[in-house]
């Protein structure tokens, strides 16, 4: 007597490819939800299964591009920005240069950063410096980021004491001088930055050795003078002395006697009057003599926070009306914001619009990446933090105060913003995760790996993409760009983190080196083999490709596909696959195709696959849990004209033509339920639907008829 059968059926794959390591777990609600293997497919808003889309070739004159970027510098205009080995490019959205620099040595374009700031563009790089890409009636211009200017033929830029405790001693008050030091604190790469002796600057034109530079006092140095008071048994070196009545504020740089010390001044040029009582952290008393000295040697001095010598920053942003430069090779958690009132202006100060320059974490800690996401994030290699600012109004240096929120760190791959928080890669390149703002009353950050479950997809990841600005489509995209050349790819509909979303393989004719999201989607540098040489090319996703890499030609022409020489493209008349043909070297097609009048898509194909989990456990009533044999396996395909279908050793292809067809006309898409036999048995049985065909493919659900 045959056994009676049930039909197990799948209408939800938002989970994507999980880890094998789920074979056995029949059990696990995510393994229902997932696909045991797939590869270049999409799952779209209704959880269902789609070929991805193909990518639309743009024709950008060739270059190594390793990063790209939107910027907007005018309400009105929106370009793209590519970076690189040896230049910046601006191009328009149907890829037309309008824009670009020479001679800009990008020595790892992957790790600078770029700070959108209206008309202005902020360009950095750890090892390069800070530039300015400036769009101004229509034209475009770059050059050096400068800091602005202040009173006194000042630099209003970070200072940072990297010798705290070293003393130094200039020659004299202005003009050519020169500083020397008792310790070895001087470098040759010093020449061309600036110190600050008293809070005034000296440039160093020249290197001597470790003790002693050379340099131009900007504007005067602040004047020393030997005070003499009843006893100096109270006053220590760096003790700070104000004046009761005149305002005078200096530091101690020496005590010379029981009666006599030494003083820099930092306000009230003047000094102190004699008889005018001065206060230090341990005694008050009266001032009897007053001399003044030539400069003295003090540890009163700090040096440029960002140079060729101490590094530039890591990563930068716009935040709080303010711009953030972080991190640099010799003071990696360093936290530089401007004033309010300018982006160049980094005066310290303790007023609301004064500048700050704090650290954040503990000593060693590497800070990789600042990002506004209603709060301001700082990613560090060694946890992650925030600074409050949603709810607490204006930021200003008082309540500058980041709480870490979580241990984990965060890698030099540069994070992707997404609805209410941000995507990054972990520290060791392992793991992708997202920081997110949770809750129901009171909105806290918190951290949630979205690769615990898909580990195998990720293999040391080189770029993030998320979802555009102004996307053009409702559902939204997270790309992970691999090492390898792969993408793991993600779509949801709502809000990351709201949703089960999962990640699936993607793959190509070459290699994924980056993607970004711009002009209301995503374009993908990718590596193509073309005229014996690999090239790297600028292409767009395109959900109305069936190909990567696309031109839209008519394949008779002499150029047809002149970017994929020696390639074998697939050719396509709207959703009708034509057929095959090598590209030859004049870039026109092998093959003629005489009957096409009309242009055609020419590209690269590539194979989508979905294999599902097989029914390994099945609840009977008489035995109990036991392992059932899967008989037929049954597609619901919408609007699909060719599927593949490999079941075990078995390999069947569906669709096509069926009785009644016109046959002058391609095979009509078809909505319709495919019934497939399932032979042989197996321990773990193997499931596999494709497309190797290109044209429109979409899987609704995925059933299994067993063994009741």
Same mark, same amino acid.
């Given at each position: ?12 794959? *938002? ?192 290197? *001597? ?134 982006a160049n202006d980094f005066e310290v100060g303790v007023d609301d619009d004064d500048a700050i320059l704090r650290t954040v974490g503990q000593d060693g800690t590497r ?82 790996? /979205? ?62 080196r980056t993607a970004a999201p711009v002009f209301g989607g995503y374009w993908l540098a990718v590596d193509r083999d073309s005229n014996s040489q690999t090239q790297r ?9 069936? /190909? ?32 095959? *043909?090598?590209? /030859? ?50 597609? *619901? ?31 009509? /898409? ?39």
């Amino acid at each position: 007597m045959a056994r009676p059968k049930r039909v197990i059926t799948q209408r939800d794959f *938002s989970a994507g490819e999980l880890r094998e390591e789920f074979l056995e777990r029949d059990d696990v609600d995510l393994r229902k939800a997932s696909l045991r293997r797939a590869a270049n497919t999409y799952i779209g808003p209704t959880q269902t299964i789609a070929a991805r889309p193909g990518s639309t070739y743009l024709p950008i004159p060739h270059g190594n591009v390793r990063y790209m970027v939107e910027i907007r510098p005018t309400a009105s205009t929106v370009f793209a920005l590519l970076f690189l080995d040896d230049r910046i490019r601006v191009v328009s959205e149907s890829g037309e240069t309008v824009y670009q620099t020479t001679n800009v040595a990008w020595t790892s374009a992957t790790q600078c950063w770029t700070v959108p700031l209206g008309s202005d563009t902020i360009i950095g790089h750890p090892s390069s410096g800070i530039f300015v890409l400036r769009y101004s009636n229509s034209t475009w211009s770059y050059g050096n980021f400068e800091f602005a200017e202040g009173a006194g033929q000042t630099t209003l830029q970070p200072y940072y004491k990297f010798y705290a405790g070293t003393k130094i001693d200039p020659s004299a008050y202005s003009g050519s001088i020169t500083v020397t030091s008792a310790s070895d604190i001087f470098t040759a790469s010093m020449v061309g930055t600036k110190i600050r002796y008293g809070e005034r600057e000296i440039l160093i034109t020249a290197y *001597s050795n470790a003790n002693s530079v050379s340099g131009t006092v900007a504007s005067a140095l602040p004047p020393c003078f030997r005070l003499t008071v009843s006893s100096t048994e109270n006053i220590n070196v760096n003790d700070v002395i104000i004046g009761q009545d005149s305002g005078f504020n200096g530091v101690v740089t020496s005590v010379n006697s029981a009666t006599t010390f030494s003083v820099l001044t930092v306000t009230n040029w003047d000094g102190p009057t004699v008889n005018e009582k001065i206060s230090s952290p341990q005694v008050t008393q009266k001032v009897t003599a007053k001399t003044s000295l030539t400069p003295q040697s003090s540890s009163f001095w700090d040096e440029q926070l960002f140079s060729a010598r101490r590094g530039w920053p890591a990563t930068a942003e716009w935040a709080a009306g303010r711009l953030w430069l972080a991190g640099s090779s010799s003071k990696r958690n360093i936290v530089a914001a401007s004033s309010v009132r300018a982006a160049n202006d980094f005066e310290v100060g303790v007023d609301d619009d004064d500048a700050i320059l704090r650290t954040v974490g503990q000593d060693g800690t590497r800070i990789r990446h600042v990002i506004d996401a209603g709060d301001i994030l700082f990613l560090a290699d060694r946890g992650l933090h925030y600074q409050e600012r949603r709810l607490n109004g204006v930021l200003t240096p008082s309540n500058f105060a980041p709480v870490q929120f979580d241990e984990r760190g965060c890698s030099s791959v540069r994070p992707a913003l997404v609805e209410r928080g941000v995507v990054f890669v972990e520290e060791g390149g392992a793991s992708v995760s997202a920081a997110l703002l949770d809750g129901n009353v009171y909105l806290t950050w918190s951290v949630r790996s /979205l690769t615990m479950f898909c580990q195998h997809l990720i293999v040391n990841p080189v770029a993030l993409c998320g979802p555009p600005l102004a996307p053009k489509r409702a559902d939204r995209l997270l790309m992970v760009v691999n090492s390898n050349g792969n993408i793991a790819a993600m779509s949801y509909s709502t809000m990351l983190g709201q949703e089960t979303v999962g990640f699936v393989p993607w793959t190509t004719l070459g290699s994924y080196r980056t993607a970004a999201p711009v002009f209301g989607g995503y374009w993908l540098a990718v590596d193509r083999d073309s005229n014996s040489q690999t090239q790297r090319r600028i292409e767009r996703v395109d959900f109305d490709q069936y /190909l990567d890499c696309v031109v839209t030609e008519n394949p008779q022409s002499a150029t047809a596909a002149p970017h994929l020489i020696g390639q074998t493209v697939h050719v396509i008349d709207g959703d009708n696959f034509i057929g095959t *043909s090598e590209v /030859l070297t004049g870039g026109n097609l092998r093959e003629s195709f005489q009957d096409v009048l009309s242009e055609c898509e020419i590209g690269l194909n590539f194979q989508v696959t979905a294999e599902v989990w097989p029914a390994d456990i099945l609840e009977a009533t008489t035995t109990g849990l036991r392992t059932p044999r899967v008989f037929t396996l049954i597609i *619901s395909a919408l609007k699909t004209r060719h599927i593949e279908v490999l079941c075990n050793r078995d390999r069947r292809q569906l669709g096509g033509y069926r009785v009644g067809d016109d046959l002058s006309k391609p095979p009509p /898409l078809r909505t319709a339920l495919y019934r497939v036999p399932v032979f042989g048995r197996r321990d773990h049985a193997v499931l596999s639907i494709r497309r190797s065909v290109p044209g429109p493919w979409h899987i609704l659900t995925i059933g299994q008829e067993v063994e009741a």
